[in-house]
């Protein structure tokens, strides 16, 4: 599996980002029991650079805490025997890997989230990160069904982690 960070803001948390990047991605990806190899790609920048994306790309002219841009656009969540939708374009062709996609998030926001909630950087970094590569597998929580599945996957997903609120 390849994870890949880009930093736009440079950040002194107490945590390996790429470990728990690649700790969170791959319990996510074990919990939707993915049957391949995968790449993600994540930015962390600001407040500011994540409002220019949020505004280019969604229409909404504010910052928000994290972005997700699949490459696949799954029927249903995780749906991974769907050959319709996973081809052969979805793959690196140098690595092999299933290209997920892209996760752009606002350093500030996980701070500032973080002291709003009440708990650790490292608890808000995994949330979002949980919840976005639930995104690149078609999860969405625009009706309220929808909502409560997505978080009881993120759930599950951080408490096989153990990392509580």
């Not at 505004?55 to 656009?73: G, W």
Request: hydrophobic share 40%; aromatic share 8%.
């Amino acid at each position: 599996m390849s994870f890949y960070v880009d930093y736009e803001k440079q950040v002194d948390w107490k945590f390996d980002i790429e470990e728990q990047l690649r700790a969170v991605a791959e319990e996510t990806l074990e919990h939707e029991k993915c049957p391949f190899e995968v790449s993600i790609n994540l930015l962390i920048t600001d407040n500011e650079a994540i409002r220019k994306v949020n505004k280019e790309q969604r229409r909404i002219d504010s910052a928000t805490d994290v972005l997700s841009f699949p490459m696949i656009d799954f029927r249903k969540p995780s749906d991974f025997a769907d050959d319709s939708v996973i081809t052969q374009d979805c793959f690196d062709p140098d690595s092999g890997e299933l290209v997920l996609g892209d996760i752009v998030l606002s350093a500030d926001k996980v701070e500032e989230q973080a002291i709003m909630f009440g708990h650790t950087i490292l608890r808000e970094f995994s949330f979002l990160i949980a919840h976005s590569v639930l995104h690149l597998l078609g999860y969405d929580h625009l009706s309220r069904e929808e909502e409560v599945v997505m978080e009881s996957n993120q759930k599950d997903i951080l408490s096989a982690l153990h990392i509580e609120r």
